[in-house]
C-alpha cells in the first residue's frame, strides 16, 4: 500500500511539492492501537496536523506559470500519527525518539501516552507504511534525476504558533522558518525562498525547525538533489477553529508558485 500520492507535473519539472503533514486520516485499525480519548485525539490531530498545506501546495501548482512547467506533488495521504515519513527509520539516527516523536509516535504534542512504549505495531507500521512511503519517494525522486539532472524537494509544512511541549519554548517563531541543510540547500536556493515570501513579516532560517527531507539513498550523497523546507506559521491562514482563510491560503499558494517558477528555471540550468 502506498499512502504517498504522487500528482505528476510537467516532464521537464524538476520540482517536487512535498506535503508530510497535512492529512488527518487514521484507519480504523491504527486507531485501535492509539490511547486517547476520541476528543483528545481531536485535540491531538488539531495540533500536530499541518492542516491545508496541500492546498498552498496544490494552489501553488496551479498558479506556476504556463510552459516553466508544473510541479510533481507528494502526498501523504495519511495522518503522521500513523507514521512520520520524515523522521529516520532508525532509533539511533533519530533525535525525536527521545520525545516519543519518532517515525512511530508513542507520544503526544503535550508528552501524554499516544501509544504504549514500546508501541507494539511498530513493525506493522513501518513495514505498512514508512518503507513504502519511502521508496515512492525515491523512486519520484529517481524519475526526477533520470528525466531532467536534478530534483528540488520543497517540503511544505505548517506549525502551531504556541510551542508544543516537545519544543524549546524560547525559540523564535518567525512567519515564515526555512529549513535547510549543509549539503542539499545551497545559499541561492535559500534566497529564492526569502525572495518569494518577500510579503511575509519575518522570516528565519532553522528555528524553531532545522533541516528538510531527502530520501536516504540521496542523502548528503547526491548534489543534484536541492530541497529546502517551508514552515509557516499557521496564525497566518487558519482561523481559530483550525479552518483555512481562502484569502490568505491564496496569498501563500502564489509566494510557493514564484518559489517553484525559480526553481524550474534553476533546475533546468542545473
Ligand atoms: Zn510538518
Known sequence: MTICRIQPGDPASPVILHVPHASREISDTVRA??????????????????????LIAQGAADYTTAGRGRPWLAIN??????????????????PMNAAGRGA?????????????????????LMDTYFHPYAATMSELVDDRLAATGAAVIIDVHSYPHRPSAFEDPTRPRPALCIGTDDFHTRDRLTAQ???????L?????????????????RYRS????????IELRRDQYLNTDHTPDPTKLDALSRML?????QCTAAGAAH
Open 33 to 54: 492501537g492509539l490511547l486517547p480519548s476520541d476528543a483528545e485525539l481531536e485535540t491531538e490531530l488539531d495540533e500536530s496536523t499541518d492542516t491545508a498545506t496541500d
Open 77 to 94: 495521504e495519511v495522518s503522521r500519527l500513523v507514521i512520520d515519513p520524515e523522521r529516520f527509520p532508525s532509533d539511533d539516527e533519530e
Open 104 to 124: 512511530v509516535y508513542t507520544r503526544t504534542c503535550n508528552d501524554a501516552p499516544l501509544r504504549p512504549e514500546p508501541a507494539p505495531d511498530t513493525q506493522h
Open 193 to 199: 525562498v526569502l525572495a518569494a515570501f518577500a510579503g
Open 201 to 217: 513579516d519575518e522570516k528565519a532560517v532553522n528555528t524553531p525547525y532545522a533541516g528538510c527531507y531527502v530520501p536516504l539513498g
Open 222 to 229: 547526491d548534489s543534484r538533489v536541492s530541497a529546502v523546507m
Open 257 to 261: 508558485a514564484t518559489l517553484v517558477d
